[in-house]
Protein backbone atom coordinates (compact mmCIF):
# COMPACT_ATOMS: atom_id res chain seq x y z
CA UNK A 1 0.00 0.00 0.00
CA UNK A 2 1.47 3.58 -1.13
CA UNK A 3 0.81 6.78 0.04
CA UNK A 4 0.51 10.19 -1.38
CA UNK A 5 0.39 11.90 2.19
CA UNK A 6 3.26 14.09 2.89
CA UNK A 7 5.61 12.71 5.80
CA UNK A 8 4.91 15.81 7.67
CA UNK A 9 1.24 15.15 7.60
CA UNK A 10 1.46 11.66 8.77
CA UNK A 11 3.60 12.63 11.77
CA UNK A 12 0.84 15.13 12.70
CA UNK A 13 -1.72 11.94 12.96
CA UNK A 14 0.48 9.82 14.60
CA UNK A 15 1.12 12.04 17.15
CA UNK A 16 -2.19 12.98 17.92
CA UNK A 17 -3.20 9.54 17.87
CA UNK A 18 -0.67 8.34 20.50
CA UNK A 19 -1.30 11.57 22.82
CA UNK A 20 -5.20 10.90 22.92
CA UNK A 21 -3.62 7.82 25.08
CA UNK A 22 -5.82 5.81 22.79
CA UNK A 23 -2.86 3.08 23.27
CA UNK A 24 -2.45 2.34 19.26
CA UNK A 25 -1.17 -0.29 17.84
CA UNK A 26 1.38 -0.59 14.85
CA UNK A 27 -0.99 -1.61 12.73
CA UNK A 28 -3.96 0.77 13.57
CA UNK A 29 -1.29 3.77 13.01
CA UNK A 30 -0.40 2.15 9.52
CA UNK A 31 -4.20 2.38 8.68
CA UNK A 32 -4.78 5.55 9.96
CA UNK A 33 -1.84 7.06 8.21
CA UNK A 34 -2.89 4.79 4.67
CA UNK A 35 1.07 3.07 4.92
CA UNK A 36 2.97 -0.06 5.06
CA UNK A 37 3.83 -0.78 8.76
CA UNK A 38 7.43 -0.64 7.45
CA UNK A 39 6.74 3.01 6.67
CA UNK A 40 5.12 3.90 9.92
CA UNK A 41 8.32 2.43 11.49
CA UNK A 42 10.36 4.64 10.26
CA UNK A 43 8.00 7.90 10.99
CA UNK A 44 8.08 6.27 14.58
CA UNK A 45 11.65 6.80 14.39
CA UNK A 46 11.72 9.86 13.28
CA UNK A 47 9.53 11.44 15.74
CA UNK A 48 11.97 9.80 18.19
CA UNK A 49 15.46 10.70 16.76
CA UNK A 50 14.41 14.70 15.16
CA UNK A 51 11.48 15.59 17.32
CA UNK A 52 12.63 14.27 20.93
CA UNK A 53 9.27 12.33 21.43
CA UNK A 54 9.35 9.96 24.31
CA UNK A 55 7.82 7.28 22.65
CA UNK A 56 7.43 3.90 24.12
CA UNK A 57 5.47 0.45 23.31
CA UNK A 58 3.32 -1.06 26.18
CA UNK A 59 3.55 -4.89 26.14
CA UNK A 60 0.69 -5.01 28.74
CA UNK A 61 -1.77 -2.43 26.56
CA UNK A 62 0.04 -3.98 22.58
CA UNK A 63 -0.14 -0.01 22.07
CA UNK A 64 2.21 2.71 21.97
CA UNK A 65 2.18 5.99 24.75
CA UNK A 66 4.12 9.00 25.54
CA UNK A 67 6.01 8.73 28.56
CA UNK A 68 5.68 12.15 29.77
CA UNK A 69 3.66 15.10 28.04
CA UNK A 70 5.09 16.09 24.70
CA UNK A 71 3.92 18.58 22.36
CA UNK A 72 4.77 18.06 18.50
CA UNK A 73 6.68 21.35 17.55
CA UNK A 74 8.14 21.72 13.57
CA UNK A 75 11.45 23.03 12.52
CA UNK A 76 11.78 26.56 12.70
CA UNK A 77 10.95 28.13 9.26
CA UNK A 78 13.31 29.34 7.36
CA UNK A 79 12.78 33.78 6.10
CA UNK A 80 12.14 32.44 2.91
CA UNK A 81 9.62 29.54 3.65
CA UNK A 82 7.85 32.30 6.11
CA UNK A 83 7.80 34.45 3.29
CA UNK A 84 6.62 31.82 0.68
CA UNK A 85 3.67 31.16 2.98
CA UNK A 86 2.43 34.90 3.10
CA UNK A 87 2.05 35.19 -0.31
CA UNK A 88 0.49 31.91 -0.50
CA UNK A 89 -2.34 33.29 2.14
CA UNK A 90 -2.19 36.99 0.21
CA UNK A 91 -3.10 35.25 -3.12
CA UNK A 92 -5.76 32.42 -1.41
CA UNK A 93 -7.40 35.14 0.25
CA UNK A 94 -7.92 36.93 -3.61
CA UNK A 95 -9.81 33.63 -4.79
CA UNK A 96 -13.16 34.85 -4.21
CA UNK A 97 -15.82 32.37 -5.13
CA UNK A 98 -13.81 29.11 -4.13
CA UNK A 99 -13.50 27.18 -0.76
CA UNK A 100 -9.64 28.14 -0.79
CA UNK A 101 -9.36 31.37 1.14
CA UNK A 102 -11.21 29.83 4.34
CA UNK A 103 -9.49 26.32 3.44
CA UNK A 104 -5.86 28.35 3.68
CA UNK A 105 -6.63 30.45 6.73
CA UNK A 106 -7.97 26.98 8.40
CA UNK A 107 -4.24 25.68 7.61
CA UNK A 108 -3.03 28.69 8.70
CA UNK A 109 -4.41 28.61 12.10
CA UNK A 110 -3.60 25.05 12.50
CA UNK A 111 0.17 26.08 11.49
CA UNK A 112 0.98 28.63 13.27
CA UNK A 113 -0.67 26.83 16.58
CA UNK A 114 2.02 24.77 15.96
CA UNK A 115 4.41 27.22 15.39
CA UNK A 116 6.89 28.76 18.38
CA UNK A 117 6.38 32.26 19.35
CA UNK A 118 9.59 33.37 17.66
CA UNK A 119 8.14 31.96 14.19
CA UNK A 120 4.63 33.64 14.68
CA UNK A 121 5.73 36.80 15.35
CA UNK A 122 8.63 36.41 12.48
CA UNK A 123 5.61 35.23 10.25
CA UNK A 124 3.79 38.74 11.23
CA UNK A 125 6.30 40.99 10.35
CA UNK A 126 6.76 39.29 6.95
CA UNK A 127 3.19 39.16 5.87
CA UNK A 128 2.55 42.98 7.01
CA UNK A 129 5.50 43.63 4.28
CA UNK A 130 3.86 41.44 1.23
CA UNK A 131 0.91 42.50 -0.42
CA UNK A 132 -0.80 40.84 -3.34
CA UNK A 133 -3.43 43.37 -5.70
CA UNK A 134 -6.20 41.20 -6.98
CA UNK A 135 -7.21 41.83 -10.64
CA UNK A 136 -11.28 42.31 -11.11
CA UNK A 137 -13.30 39.70 -10.38
CA UNK A 138 -16.92 38.87 -10.08
CA UNK A 139 -18.97 39.65 -6.99
CA UNK A 140 -18.65 36.69 -4.54
CA UNK A 141 -21.61 34.18 -4.96
CA UNK A 142 -22.78 31.18 -2.59
CA UNK A 143 -23.77 29.15 -5.99
CA UNK A 144 -20.72 29.76 -7.69
CA UNK A 145 -18.54 28.25 -4.69
CA UNK A 146 -21.26 25.39 -4.59
CA UNK A 147 -20.71 25.22 -8.43
CA UNK A 148 -16.81 25.32 -8.25
CA UNK A 149 -16.78 22.62 -5.09
CA UNK A 150 -18.51 20.21 -7.95
CA UNK A 151 -16.76 21.00 -10.99
CA UNK A 152 -13.94 19.81 -9.22
CA UNK A 153 -15.67 16.17 -7.85
CA UNK A 154 -16.24 16.15 -11.21
CA UNK A 155 -13.24 16.47 -12.78
CA UNK A 156 -11.69 14.04 -9.70
CA UNK A 157 -14.29 11.32 -10.73
CA UNK A 158 -14.30 11.79 -14.46
CA UNK A 159 -17.47 12.66 -14.39
CA UNK A 160 -20.05 14.59 -16.88
CA UNK A 161 -21.96 17.23 -15.93
CA UNK A 162 -25.24 18.91 -17.30
CA UNK A 163 -25.75 22.49 -17.00
CA UNK A 164 -27.16 25.52 -18.33
CA UNK A 165 -24.82 28.31 -18.99
CA UNK A 166 -25.43 31.94 -19.87
CA UNK A 167 -23.58 32.80 -23.00
CA UNK A 168 -22.76 36.40 -23.17
CA UNK A 169 -22.57 36.47 -27.04
CA UNK A 170 -26.00 35.07 -27.61
CA UNK A 171 -27.31 36.79 -24.23
CA UNK A 172 -29.04 33.63 -23.27
CA UNK A 173 -28.75 30.42 -21.52
CA UNK A 174 -28.52 27.58 -23.15
CA UNK A 175 -28.21 23.62 -21.63
CA UNK A 176 -25.21 21.84 -21.94
CA UNK A 177 -23.59 18.30 -21.46
CA UNK A 178 -19.94 18.71 -20.65
CA UNK A 179 -17.20 16.34 -19.77
CA UNK A 180 -14.95 18.65 -17.27
CA UNK A 181 -10.95 18.68 -17.67
CA UNK A 182 -9.70 21.35 -16.21
CA UNK A 183 -10.45 24.71 -13.96
CA UNK A 184 -8.12 27.42 -14.46
CA UNK A 185 -7.92 31.18 -13.39
CA UNK A 186 -7.95 33.68 -15.70
CA UNK A 187 -7.83 38.14 -15.09
CA UNK A 188 -9.67 37.12 -11.76
CA UNK A 189 -12.40 34.94 -13.34
CA UNK A 190 -12.55 30.82 -13.06
CA UNK A 191 -12.45 28.96 -16.08
CA UNK A 192 -13.97 25.28 -16.87
CA UNK A 193 -11.81 23.68 -19.95
CA UNK A 194 -14.01 20.90 -20.85
CA UNK A 195 -15.45 18.78 -23.77
CA UNK A 196 -19.16 20.56 -25.08
CA UNK A 197 -21.31 17.50 -26.36
CA UNK A 198 -23.58 19.85 -27.76
CA UNK A 199 -20.63 21.36 -29.89
CA UNK A 200 -18.43 18.10 -30.38
CA UNK A 201 -15.45 20.21 -29.29
CA UNK A 202 -13.11 22.08 -26.71
CA UNK A 203 -14.69 25.11 -24.79
CA UNK A 204 -14.24 27.31 -21.82
CA UNK A 205 -17.49 28.38 -19.25
CA UNK A 206 -16.78 30.85 -16.79
CA UNK A 207 -18.34 29.59 -13.65
CA UNK A 208 -20.12 32.47 -12.27
CA UNK A 209 -22.56 32.20 -15.67
CA UNK A 210 -23.62 29.08 -14.34
CA UNK A 211 -26.59 28.89 -14.05
CA UNK A 212 -27.50 25.23 -12.59
CA UNK A 213 -25.37 22.62 -12.19
CA UNK A 214 -25.75 18.62 -12.22
CA UNK A 215 -22.91 16.04 -11.84
CA UNK A 216 -24.37 12.96 -13.97
CA UNK A 217 -23.51 9.30 -13.48
CA UNK A 218 -21.60 8.93 -17.10
CA UNK A 219 -17.71 9.01 -17.19
CA UNK A 220 -15.65 9.87 -20.09
CA UNK A 221 -11.93 9.65 -20.25
CA UNK A 222 -9.84 12.78 -19.88
CA UNK A 223 -6.98 13.23 -21.80
CA UNK A 224 -3.10 13.25 -20.83
CA UNK A 225 -3.06 16.27 -18.07
CA UNK A 226 0.44 16.96 -19.04
CA UNK A 227 -1.02 17.41 -22.40
CA UNK A 228 -3.80 19.38 -21.68
CA UNK A 229 -2.12 21.98 -20.04
CA UNK A 230 0.63 21.79 -22.91
CA UNK A 231 -2.38 23.16 -24.67
CA UNK A 232 -3.82 25.66 -22.64
CA UNK A 233 -0.54 26.99 -22.40
CA UNK A 234 -0.37 27.84 -25.95
CA UNK A 235 -3.17 30.03 -25.75
CA UNK A 236 -2.53 34.04 -25.40
CA UNK A 237 -6.39 34.44 -23.85
CA UNK A 238 -8.99 32.46 -23.23
CA UNK A 239 -9.87 32.76 -26.77
CA UNK A 240 -9.61 29.25 -29.19
CA UNK A 241 -8.73 29.58 -32.49
CA UNK A 242 -6.21 28.32 -34.95
CA UNK A 243 -2.65 28.58 -34.02
CA UNK A 244 -1.15 31.23 -35.72
CA UNK A 245 2.12 32.94 -35.47
CA UNK A 246 2.07 36.71 -34.74
CA UNK A 247 4.76 39.35 -35.02
CA UNK A 248 4.20 42.84 -33.51
CA UNK A 249 6.80 45.80 -33.48
CA UNK A 250 6.94 47.84 -30.12
CA UNK A 251 8.97 51.49 -30.27
CA UNK A 252 11.94 52.24 -27.84
CA UNK A 253 10.14 53.37 -25.26
CA UNK A 254 8.01 50.00 -24.89
CA UNK A 255 10.43 48.20 -26.10
CA UNK A 256 11.96 48.14 -22.54
CA UNK A 257 8.72 46.82 -21.40
CA UNK A 258 8.06 44.27 -23.25
CA UNK A 259 11.72 42.34 -22.97
CA UNK A 260 11.43 42.67 -18.79
CA UNK A 261 8.61 40.00 -19.40
CA UNK A 262 7.30 36.56 -20.83
CA UNK A 263 4.15 36.83 -22.14
CA UNK A 264 3.76 33.35 -23.70
CA UNK A 265 6.02 30.36 -23.84
CA UNK A 266 6.93 30.80 -27.09
CA UNK A 267 8.27 34.37 -27.26
CA UNK A 268 11.03 35.49 -29.14
CA UNK A 269 12.34 38.97 -29.98
CA UNK A 270 13.90 40.84 -32.79
CA UNK A 271 16.19 43.82 -31.48
CA UNK A 272 16.44 46.76 -33.76
CA UNK A 273 19.18 49.69 -33.90
CA UNK A 274 17.19 52.64 -33.11
CA UNK A 275 16.34 50.61 -29.61
CA UNK A 276 12.57 48.94 -30.95
CA UNK A 277 11.74 45.34 -31.12
CA UNK A 278 9.85 43.03 -32.97
CA UNK A 279 7.87 40.68 -30.71
CA UNK A 280 7.12 36.95 -32.20
CA UNK A 281 5.10 34.09 -31.08
CA UNK A 282 3.39 31.20 -31.98
CA UNK A 283 -0.43 31.38 -30.17
CA UNK A 284 -4.13 30.24 -30.76
CA UNK A 285 -5.72 32.78 -31.35
CA UNK A 286 -5.35 36.04 -33.22
CA UNK A 287 -8.37 37.84 -32.29
CA UNK A 288 -7.29 37.84 -28.47
CA UNK A 289 -3.76 39.51 -29.73
CA UNK A 290 -5.21 42.34 -31.73
CA UNK A 291 -7.35 43.41 -28.16
CA UNK A 292 -3.50 42.73 -26.46
CA UNK A 293 -1.81 44.99 -28.90
CA UNK A 294 -4.16 47.71 -29.18
CA UNK A 295 -3.68 48.29 -25.20
CA UNK A 296 -0.49 49.66 -26.07
CA UNK A 297 -1.79 52.45 -28.25
CA UNK A 298 0.55 54.26 -30.50
CA UNK A 299 2.93 52.08 -29.20
CA UNK A 300 3.08 49.03 -31.31
CA UNK A 301 2.33 47.75 -34.57
CA UNK A 302 0.90 44.61 -36.07
CA UNK A 303 3.24 43.10 -38.71
CA UNK A 304 2.20 39.81 -39.51
CA UNK A 305 0.09 37.67 -40.05
CA UNK A 306 -2.18 39.87 -42.49
CA UNK A 307 -5.28 38.91 -40.68
CA UNK A 308 -3.50 40.11 -37.70
CA UNK A 309 -2.76 43.76 -39.29
CA UNK A 310 -6.29 43.73 -41.06
CA UNK A 311 -8.43 43.00 -37.48
CA UNK A 312 -5.82 45.57 -35.70
CA UNK A 313 -6.72 48.43 -38.55
CA UNK A 314 -10.38 47.76 -38.63
CA UNK A 315 -10.81 47.72 -34.86
CA UNK A 316 -8.93 51.35 -35.14
CA UNK A 317 -11.37 52.72 -37.70
CA UNK A 318 -13.97 51.53 -35.62
CA UNK A 319 -12.97 53.62 -32.79
CA UNK A 320 -12.47 56.42 -34.77
CA UNK A 321 -15.85 56.76 -36.03
CA UNK A 322 -17.05 56.36 -32.56
CA UNK A 323 -15.16 59.84 -31.12
CA UNK A 324 -18.49 61.04 -29.97
CA UNK A 325 -20.63 59.33 -27.20
CA UNK A 326 -23.87 57.80 -28.55
CA UNK A 327 -26.99 59.67 -28.27
CA UNK A 328 -28.36 58.38 -25.07
CA UNK A 329 -24.84 59.30 -22.85
CA UNK A 330 -25.26 63.21 -24.36
CA UNK A 331 -26.21 65.44 -21.87
CA UNK A 332 -29.61 67.32 -23.56
CA UNK A 333 -29.15 71.12 -24.20
CA UNK A 334 -30.26 73.77 -22.31
Not at 135 to 143: G, K, N, Q, T
Amino acid sequence: MTSTRPTLVRLLRIHHAIASEAWPSLEALADKCEVHPRTLKRDLRLLRDEFGAPIEYSRERQGYHYTREFTLVPAPFHERELLALSIAVEVANTLSNTPFPDAVRNALEKLQAMMPQADRAAYEDVSAAVTYIPEAAPPERLETVIHFNDLLDAINSHRQVRMTYHSMSADADAVRVVDPYQLYLYRGMWYLHGLCRLRNEGRDFAINRIRDLKVLASTFKPPEADELRRRLAQRFTIFQDAPATVSIWFDTETARRIKERVWHPSQSTDDHQDGSCTLTMTVDGVSSVMHWVLGFGRHAIPVSPPELVSLVNREIETMASRRTPPAALRRPRR
